[in-house]
């Protein structure tokens, strides 16, 4: 391959296709990597927002309501929860105002809740848009 006058045009453009199909392969799983983050860091920020809005209807249950907690579940809107100063902002990273409920049911002695929201580019899983 190396003569006595250096590289030959041949080898320098194999060399020179095979750098760029790294470099190729290399921006790829770069962009896929940033593409993952990102949807990871906006998959928090709205699982922070069902917390939220959990926390402000465990306190609406323990303080408020007179009702027992059964199996079927008790649908707590953001209404209800405005009705008694204990609403959170649920807004997307747009400013987006976002709805949600949360349902809060007793199974084996324990009290579960689970948040729903609904945003212009997120809405949980099982969301059900009547009972918001």
Same mark, same amino acid.
């Given at each position: 391959?190396?003569?006595? @006058?250096? !590289?030959? *045009? ?9 750098? *760029? ?6 921006? #790829?799983?770069?962009? %896929? ?7 990871? $860091?906006? %998959?928090?920020?709205? @699982?922070?927002?069902?917390?939220? *809005?959990?926390?402000?209807?465990? $306190?609406?249950?323990?303080?408020? #309501? ?8 008790? +649908?707590?809107?953001?209404?209800? *929860? ?5 609403? $959170? ?12 409920? $949360? ?5 084996? =002695? ?12 997120? +809405? %949980?899983? =099982?969301?059900?848009? !009547?009972?918001?």
């Amino acid at each position: 391959m190396l003569n006595k @006058h250096g !590289w030959g *045009l041949k080898e320098m453009l194999v060399l020179s296709g095979i750098l *760029l199909l790294f470099l190729i392969i290399a921006i #790829y799983y770069i962009f %896929t990597f940033y593409k993952e983050m990102g949807r990871e $860091v906006t %998959t928090t920020y709205y @699982h922070d927002l069902e917390d939220d *809005l959990e926390d402000s209807a465990r $306190v609406y249950v323990q303080d408020y #309501y007179d009702g027992n907690l059964n199996s079927d579940g008790l +649908t707590i809107t953001r209404s209800l *929860l405005r009705s008694y100063d204990l609403d $959170v902002t649920l807004r997307d990273r747009d400013g987006h105002v976002c709805s949600g409920y $949360v349902i809060a049911s007793r199974t084996q =002695g324990e009290d579960t809740y689970q948040a729903y929201i609904s945003c212009s580019d997120y +809405t %949980t899983e =099982g969301f059900e848009d !009547w009972r918001s």
